[in-house]
């Protein structure tokens, strides 16, 4: 029995249908591969950033580097020996000699810390032609170290913001951006709690990283951890370093004093009665920063919603509503839209005149790339090598090491552990509640590797104190994949600044661990022949004097300027009484 005739046409529509069919099969599965590894190599995507960096734009970042110091102390001269060796011009230190420690008396009677305000006082006197888009770094003068140099901080600054604003614009919209201008341009440090009550402005309304969703396994933005927070992926804002250009930064920070103000000693209408309605009033910036930061993320999910309507029609195939940015997590919980959560909560108000009022450019380091901040994320991280091959970091045996004392002053055994290896030793501790270590054997990052070697700055030096160590064969020739850094074990990251902002005792135990210490003697002995350059708005300060500009420039080039434009010598911020501790086994 014959089939039936089948009209020509119906097959060529099934097969429409069909061929139809998987490639809509071949998009679906192309979306879930991206939205499945997303943020899952954003070491990997950053190095991308960095690479594309050109040199031009690397060489005309002019860099200057603020501390909030008012005395001098051995944590100060830490993180003062790391700039030096590492190259990075004279730190100006604020509020250096003012009475009153770090916190100070506003005209109010409120008790604030003195980086806003005298931050703010700082930048307000600067206005050099061209000045106002030079890039300023702040770093707490206490409790922040350096370990990689200001040619690696430049890329990642200038990569992160690339990285950051094209996820903006996936997010917002290429409409909104333009509309309300926004950008990023302002870096600050992220942490894994919000430093106000969590139904403020400041903490709710933020963004979700990038950053993997099972950083931490199951565990990942849960309670479930070392502490309610422990498991949290870095959303908040922390202001243990700050980097952006200064006209950014001024507007920043004339806002947070209009906060500071204009906000009352108690927010009777937003505090969920606990009494602390914020901890602004008990001297923390990070709280001001963070309301900052806050306001704008909520604002600029109102532009959203305003000029992108519904969501592109991936977002809407795949049910994403036009009333939400896509799922938040919030301290265990989930939100679906950060505009009105479930939970009681503060509200902004409505019909803004001025769509840009409190667009500022602030982003988060959630990668950890430009520095670290230790709270609830000490086993997050640990001192490696990561170059674990024998003949890489021995080199051929040199001839001339002819006694077994010659051969003992070079590094061995140490450096040939992996990293899984020299994490155990470091936290013998860690357990399931910590992340799964993703930093691996001999995948430094492309923009270290790049940078110039860390002992080159004094090979002749240390090729002596080596013991007539050929040059070839002498730390000097070592690589950064041969010296211990302070990596982020969960994301296999290596800061540029590490922020003791948690158990600050680390900083007394781990001090002989920087990568400098063997010889960071010598090495500021190398730093100390060099000439201090002022800050380009420098004269200003000085006066029009030219003699006393030009005897101020004569200085060493280790130490700082004052906030009102005097050299202070190294000796003075660091007296011969710390150099035990400061050079603990150093040459």
């Given at each position: 029995?014959?089939?039936?005739?089948?009209?020509?046409?119906?097959?060529?529509?099934?097969?429409?249908?069909?061929?139809?069919?998987?490639?809509?099969?071949?998009?679906?599965?192309?979306?879930?591969?991206?939205?499945?590894?997303?943020?899952?190599?954003?070491?990997?995507?950053?190095?991308?950033?960095?690479?594309?960096?050109?040199?031009?734009?690397?060489?005309?970042?002019?860099?200057?580097?603020?501390?909030?110091?008012?005395?001098?102390?051995?944590?100060?001269?830490?993180?003062?020996?790391?700039?030096?060796?590492?190259?990075?011009?004279?730190?100006?230190?604020?509020?250096?000699?003012?009475?009153?420690?770090?916190?100070?008396?506003?005209?109010?009677?409120?008790?604030?810390?003195?980086?806003?305000?005298?931050?703010?006082?700082?930048?307000?006197?600067?206005?050099?032609?061209?000045?106002?888009?030079?890039?300023?770094?702040?770093?707490?003068?206490?409790?922040?170290?350096?370990?990689?140099?200001?040619?690696?901080?430049?890329?990642?600054?200038?990569?992160?913001?690339?990285?950051?604003?094209?996820?903006?614009?996936?997010?917002?919209?290429?409409?909104?951006?333009?509309?309300?201008?926004?950008?990023?341009?302002?870096?600050?440090?992220?942490?894994?709690?919000?430093?106000?009550?969590?139904?403020?402005?400041?903490?709710?309304?933020?963004?979700?990283?990038?950053?993997?969703?099972?950083?931490?396994?199951?565990?990942?933005?849960?309670?479930?951890?070392?502490?309610?927070?422990?498991?949290?992926?870095?959303?908040?804002?922390?202001?243990?370093?700050?980097?952006?250009?200064?006209?950014?930064?001024?507007?920043?920070?004339?806002?947070?004093?209009?906060?500071?103000?204009?906000?009352?000693?108690?927010?009777?209408?937003?505090?969920?009665?606990?009494?602390?309605?914020?901890?602004?009033?008990?001297?923390?910036?990070?709280?001001?920063?963070?309301?900052?930061?806050?306001?704008?993320?909520?604002?600029?999910?109102?532009?959203?919603?305003?000029?992108?309507?519904?969501?592109?029609?991936?977002?809407?195939?795949?049910?994403?509503?036009?009333?939400?940015?896509?799922?938040?997590?919030?301290?265990?919980?989930?939100?679906?839209?950060?505009?009105?959560?479930?939970?009681?909560?503060?509200?902004?108000?409505?019909?803004?005149p001025d769509e840009r009022l409190y667009e500022f450019g602030i982003g988060l380091d959630y990668g950890g790339d430009i520095g670290?901040?230790?709270?609830?994320?000490?086993?997050?991280?640990?001192?490696?090598?990561?170059?674990?091959?024998?003949?890489?970091?021995?080199?051929?045996?040199?001839?001339?090491?002819?006694?077994?004392?010659?051969?003992?002053?070079?590094?061995?055994?140490?450096?040939?552990?992996?990293?899984?290896?020299?994490?155990?030793?470091?936290?013998?501790?860690?357990?399931?509640?910590?992340?799964?270590?993703?930093?691996?054997?001999?995948?430094?990052?492309?923009?270290?590797?790049?940078?110039?070697?860390?002992?080159?700055?004094?090979?002749?030096?240390?090729?002596?104190?080596?013991?007539?160590?050929?040059?070839?064969?002498?730390?000097?020739?070592?690589?950064?994949?041969?010296?211990?850094?302070?990596?982020?074990?969960?994301?296999?990251?290596?800061?540029?600044?590490?922020?003791?902002?948690?158990?600050?005792?680390?900083?007394?135990?781990?001090?002989?661990?920087?990568?400098?210490?063997?010889?960071?003697?010598?090495?500021?002995?190398?730093?100390?022949?060099?000439?201090?350059?002022?800050?380009?708005?420098?004269?200003?300060?000085?006066?029009?004097?030219?003699?006393?500009?030009?005897?101020?420039?004569?200085?060493?080039?280790?130490?700082?300027?004052?906030?009102?434009?005097?050299?202070?010598?190294?000796?003075?911020?660091?007296?011969?009484?710390?150099?035990?501790?400061?050079?603990?086994?150093?040459?």
């Amino acid at each position: 029995m014959l089939a039936p005739k089948v009209p020509i046409r119906n097959v060529v529509r099934s097969a429409r249908y069909v061929r139809t069919a998987g490639i809509i099969f071949l998009f679906l599965c192309l979306v879930a591969l991206l939205t499945t590894s997303f943020g899952q190599n954003a070491v990997t995507d950053l190095q991308q950033a960095a690479d594309a960096v050109s040199r031009e734009v690397l060489n005309s970042t002019r860099l200057h580097v603020l501390l909030p110091a008012t005395h001098r102390d051995l944590n100060l001269c830490r993180n003062m020996l790391g700039l030096s060796i590492l190259g990075y011009p004279a730190p100006t230190l604020l509020a250096w000699g003012e009475d009153g420690g770090h916190d100070f008396q506003l005209d109010q009677g409120t008790h604030i810390i003195s980086k806003i305000v005298k931050l703010r006082e700082y930048l307000e006197q600067i206005a050099p032609p061209g000045g106002d888009d030079d890039i300023v770094l702040v770093a707490d003068g206490y409790d922040s170290w350096f370990q990689l140099r200001s040619d690696v901080l430049i890329k990642r600054y200038h990569a992160i913001n690339a990285a950051a604003n094209a996820r903006i614009k996936r997010r917002l919209g290429k409409r909104t951006m333009q509309k309300a201008e926004i950008s990023q341009r302002v870096i600050f440090g992220a942490a894994k709690a919000c430093s106000n009550q969590p139904h403020t402005l400041a903490c709710y309304p933020v963004p979700e990283p990038y950053t993997p969703r099972d950083l931490y396994g199951g565990n990942t933005d849960t309670v479930i951890g070392r502490n309610k927070h422990y498991s949290s992926r870095p959303k908040y804002l922390a202001s243990g370093y700050m980097m952006g250009p200064v006209k950014d930064l001024r507007q920043i920070l004339q806002r947070c004093q209009h906060k500071i103000n204009n906000l009352p000693d108690f927010d009777r209408d937003n505090d969920n009665g606990s009494g602390t309605s914020d901890f602004l009033y008990h001297g923390d910036d990070s709280s001001v920063f963070a309301r900052v930061f806050g306001e704008q993320e909520y604002q600029r999910e109102v532009l959203r919603r305003k000029y992108s309507g519904a969501t592109s029609w991936p977002g809407r195939m795949f049910g994403q509503r036009a009333d939400s940015a896509g799922r938040v997590t919030y301290e265990g919980t989930t939100v679906k839209d950060i505009l009105n959560p479930p939970f009681t909560h503060e509200r902004m108000p409505d019909n803004i005149p001025d769509e840009r009022l409190y667009e500022f450019g602030i982003g988060l380091d959630y990668g950890g790339d430009i520095g670290t901040n230790t709270l609830n994320s000490e086993r997050d991280y640990s001192y490696i090598i990561h170059s674990t091959s024998h003949s890489d970091i021995m080199g051929e045996a040199p001839k001339e090491l002819e006694h077994q004392q010659e051969r003992d002053r070079r590094p061995r055994r140490e450096e040939a552990k992996g990293v899984k290896q020299q994490v155990q030793e470091y936290w013998p501790e860690r357990s399931e509640f910590d992340c799964a270590i993703r930093a691996q054997n001999d995948s430094l990052p492309r923009d270290i590797s790049r940078s110039i070697k860390p002992y080159a700055a004094a090979p002749q030096i240390i090729v002596t104190m080596d013991g007539g160590v050929s040059p070839q064969d002498a730390p000097s020739n070592m690589t950064w994949s041969q010296v211990k850094l302070y990596t982020n074990l969960c994301l296999g990251s290596v800061p540029v600044i590490i922020h003791h902002n948690g158990d600050r005792d680390l900083r007394d135990r781990d001090w002989d661990k920087i990568w400098w210490q063997r010889y960071g003697s010598s090495l500021l002995d190398v730093a100390k022949s060099t000439k201090a350059k002022p800050q380009k708005w420098m004269r200003g300060f000085l006066g029009d004097d030219e003699n006393n500009y030009l005897r101020e420039e004569r200085g060493t080039g280790v130490g700082a300027w004052s906030d009102k434009g005097f050299w202070v010598q190294w000796d003075d911020i660091c007296p011969l009484d710390y150099e035990d501790s400061l050079f603990k086994g150093s040459s």
